[in-house]
């Protein structure tokens, strides 16, 4: 694995490089209640594939055939989570399948909690104000 990058990296990797791939390993409802990052105004959508399956939360033995399925090897692919766990062993696990430029994005997309315990208002995508939708 390459390296762990922070959302403005990542934000300005996926601007820059059109082969660049934002993945999102989080369980579809995180996406559905928390939101997802937005990536429209660089006319890229957003891949989801599942690290965890909802609701048992065993790793989804799939994850690497949908990947593979998903994107080309030689393409750089950041993973996102929710604060960056998942998506680190995500990066790993593509690395070791061959994804030469895997990365993960540190502090996820809500990141740590801050001093009432909410997420998303110190570190992560959304409090570094990257756009992002909640469907």
């Known amino acids: 694995m390459e390296a762990e990058i922070s959302p403005g990296q990542a934000w300005d990797m996926l601007g820059s490089d059109k082969s660049a791939q934002l993945v999102d390993v989080r369980t579809e409802p995180e996406w559905l209640y928390v939101g997802e990052p937005l990536l429209a105004d660089m006319g890229k959508e957003l891949v989801k594939i599942s ?10 033995v ?4 949908e990947l593979r399925s998903a994107m080309r090897l030689e393409h750089p692919v950041i993973f996102i ?4 766990g998942r998506s680190l062993a995500a990066a790993k696990a593509a690395f070791n399948a061959g994804f030469d430029r895997s990365y993960s994005l540190a502090d ?18 959304k409090a570094e104000g990257l756009p992002w939708k909640q469907p």
């Open 108 to 125: 996820g997309f809500e990141g740590g909690v801050d001093r009432q315990g909410h997420r998303g208002t110190t570190t992560g995508w």
């Open 51 to 60: 690290w965890h399956v909802f609701p048992e939360m065993n790793v989804n």
């Open 81 to 84: 989570c929710r604060s960056g």
């Open 62 to 65: 799939e994850f690497v055939p």
